[in-house]
């Protein structure tokens, strides 16, 4: 599937006006990174896509169109953010604990395991019965069938997928739940006035201004979506727990645009200040196993009563249906459970499994989320109501799947930080200096930035500014 063919796809699927598509223009072809997967198309359509939207809710407050475009290698750098990431001109950002990785079972099959959140490595370390080390789990896991240790972790809470081929996933019930879905599915869930677009005390010449977001995820695909609505002028305030673990690198990556609070929903104090956030929020993002914000009172239909009018965006991993609609999952997971670490190892006649040359799924999940949310908001401003947006990183590699496979893909050249170099750009921060890949949809009325420098968690009051 050529990137003009998957923009269309994304844009029909969600009923937006065709006329805006002549808007876009795309520049590239694949293979722009070493893989057999058309991750560039996938990149720029909904890199393209999420600034399509943007141009067209600026449409809605200023009765301007404007032009986007998308060059594919830029959208390949977005979608390597965390990776050229630097903080003082220091080395490459460390993002995964050492056990994580691919190991060999008893029965001759592959399991990956992914440990980089210290209570994962200690659960993994108990069921396994070994020392923290790659020698120690690897000899432990040798003891073990594959498919035994995937149930077994999977039941335990923790985060592991077995090496499958694209058949072996799809003859699995979870697999045969996500056929049935679209990408994507942004639905109205109740009634609520008319809201045009209105402005901010600050920024009005900007796609969201006076767009208020919470953005409860933690990662990347969740907080991509934050960022990209960031990056289009919204007021996006990042709520995190103060118990919850993250990864370093990627709150910096990922926090650019936005202002950071905690807020611990584990005690009333805590879930009334997130409902006064709601009351007041336009967009509602979450990145948390479907129904686990429900139990806190912050469900879909729950936040629409409190809010009505708010656009409630939810982000998981294997789907939101589905016998796997409560396994913890990962982008690295999803590719090792659904095929494409096979598909890959496969095409390079190499003895282990092998990922994408970046966390796709991940990203291009983001971006759709952030493409439904605007989508809702547009909706809301022409007919009212509340709406529900779903994606899940499931979702995405199914799609990506069907766009069928690069021959020699994995030739490609490997792309350094030396070949982006015109795709980044330095912020002072807290952190010190942080060098970063800057938005890769061009608009030319109104150009996408990051108006603020990453901040660290609960830099913040818990308040809207």
Not at 46 to 54: C, E, F, M, Q, R
Not at 149 to 176: F, N, V, Y
Not at 223 to 246: E, I, M, Q, T, Y
Request: glycine share 10%; proline share 6%.
């Amino acid at each position: 599937m050529t990137p003009e063919l998957a923009l269309k796809h994304i844009w029909t699927l969600a009923g937006c006006d065709p006329v805006a598509l002549h808007a876009v223009s795309l520049a590239g072809t694949d293979p722009g990174l070493p893989s057999v997967y058309r991750v560039g198309s996938l990149a720029s359509a909904t890199i393209a896509v999420t600034g399509l939207a943007a141009a067209e809710y600026w449409r809605l407050r200023s009765g301007h169109r404007q032009q986007v475009s998308v060059q594919m290698r830029r959208a390949l750098a977005a979608f390597r953010s965390e990776r050229y990431l630097r903080i003082d001109d220091g080395p490459p950002p460390t993002l995964r604990d050492p056990v994580t990785g691919f190991y060999e079972t008893g029965d001759g099959r592959w399991i990956q395991l992914h440990t980089n959140f210290a209570h994962h490595l200690k659960g993994v370390l108990e069921v396994l019965g070994c020392d923290n080390g790659r020698e120690s789990v690897a000899a432990a896991i040798r003891g073990w069938e594959g498919a035994t240790l995937d149930r077994t972790l999977a039941d335990a809470g923790l985060c592991a997928a077995l090496i499958r081929t694209p058949d072996e996933w799809a003859a699995l019930e979870q697999a045969k739940a996500i056929a049935r879905l679209p990408l994507f599915e942004i639905e109205r869930i109740g009634d609520a006035p008319v809201e045009p677009p209105r402005s901010g005390d600050t920024d009005a010449d900007r796609p969201l201004a006076g767009v208020r977001v919470l953005d409860l995820s933690r990662i990347i695909a969740g907080p991509v979506a934050g960022r990209a609505l960031a990056h289009h002028g919204a007021d996006v305030l990042s709520v995190n727990g103060p118990h919850l673990p993250n990864i370093a690198p990627l709150v910096i990556d990922n926090g650019r645009g936005k202002r950071s609070a905690l807020v611990d929903l584990r005690d009333a104090a805590g879930r009334d200040t997130l409902r006064g956030l709601a009351r007041d929020a336009d967009v509602f993002l979450q990145a948390y196993r479907p129904g686990a914000l429900a139990a806190r009172g912050f469900g879909p239909d729950e936040l629409a009563r409190l809010r009505p009018g708010i656009v409630h965006v939810s982000v998981c991993a294997y789907g939101h249906t589905g016998p796997w609609a409560q396994r913890r999952g990962f982008d690295s997971l999803v590719q090792s459970a659904s095929g494409i670490a096979w598909t890959e190892r496969a095409a390079a006649g190499s003895v282990e499994p092998r990922h994408l040359p970046c966390q796709a799924l991940d990203h291009a999940t983001g971006y759709l989320a952030a493409f439904g949310a605007m989508v809702a908001l547009a909706r809301r401003a022409r007919e009212g109501g509340s709406w529900h947006v779903k994606v899940s990183l499931a979702q995405t590699g199914r799609w990506l799947q069907s766009f069928g496979l690069l021959d020699d893909g994995q030739r490609a050249p490997e792309v350094s930080l030396e070949d982006v170099r015109d795709c980044v750009a330095s912020v002072q921060s807290e952190f010190g200096r942080v060098l970063g890949v800057q938005p890769a949809e061009q608009l030319d009325e109104t150009p996408a930035f990051y108006a603020l420098p990453p901040a660290r968690l609960g830099a913040y009051e818990a308040r809207w500014t």
